[in-house]
């Protein structure tokens, strides 16, 4: 097997460097970078870190890849309940956590991103809300050796488990609550081509079919202002609206105060900032914290070797009550 020695040998590099790329350190030049990476390659080298692990099979260590996205969410509270979900349940069944944050390594190649994960010495990832057009995960979904635990997309096999509710039925249960046959409704999907987003128009589509209102479909990337802007340009045109998350329900709310007209709304995912901004809004809430439990469970069956599996967690409907989250 290829030590980092021979890696530093052919590249013509010292061995520090070679640590440096592959721990992704800022301070290296992209030419470094790229003859170090394809030495690696070439040479089928893994490091030293991971090798032990692999060799003695008592690896402990599950990286968490979170994907950050300032620009839609005023508020990351869901990442923030997966991960205290995670990190309970690790303490538990004495496993040590690596949070990796998609911003910080997307700019890598997918050579670069294979090898990082690597390097941390991890044998599972779990991955909270894969992104359909996250080539780099995706690459690493089907060209790596990783066992994967993904929440919110529906993929698994003898190596990876799927942890998530059943976003089909949610939307389909919450929408339930408020239209009529004779409505006209606005459903806010999320992002064009996600995988929650896909589960929860098909829920709508099929609400549709069995109910048989009008429905206009506007993808609105999950995002608060995005929701906001589409009511003030016509939301008095509906019946009632349906959002596909919390934070699109509260943009078109504070729209439709601010236009002075009434329309029936619910929400989707049980954040507490719902019961500040729209404590009559029905939605379907997630515990994401238990989905953050579930996923790291899993990530300990994968490690003792167990095939991979899909696990459906609750969901519940009803509206935040401002009481019990301040209880």
Known sequence: MPTIDDVARVAGVSKGTVSKVLKNYP????????????????LG???NVMASHLSSKSSRRVALYVYINDAVQAIDEINMRYLFGAFQMAKELSLELVTCFNDSINHLSNEEFHAYFRSIGTEVIIVFGLNKDDEKMHYLLNHSDFKFV???????????????IDHEKGQYDVAKTIINPQDHVLYLAGKKNGYVTDQRLLGMQCLQKDVGF???VVFAEFSE???FD??????????????????????CLKALKR???YRKLVGFDGITLMAY?????????????????????????????EKGREVIVPYYIGNIDYRDIIS
């Open 27 to 42: 301070n290296i030049s992209d030419v470094t970078r790229e003859k170090v990476m394809r030495v690696v390659k070439e």
């Open 45 to 47: 080298y893994m490091p």
């Open 150 to 164: 993904l929440i919110d997309a529906p993929i698994y096999d003898d190596k990876k488990s799927c942890v998530y």
């Open 214 to 216: 009008e429905m206009d």
């Open 225 to 227: 202002k995005f929701a």
């Open 230 to 251: 589409v009511v003030m340009d016509r939301g008095e045109l509906y019946d009632a609206i349906v959002c596909a998350s919390d934070l699109m329900a509260i943009g």
């Open 259 to 261: 236009k002075g007209v």
């Open 277 to 305: 901004a729209a404590q009559n809004v029905v939605t379907c809430k997630q515990d994401f914290t238990l989905l953050g439990k579930h996923a790291v469970a899993e990530a300990n069956r994968l490690l003792q070797d």
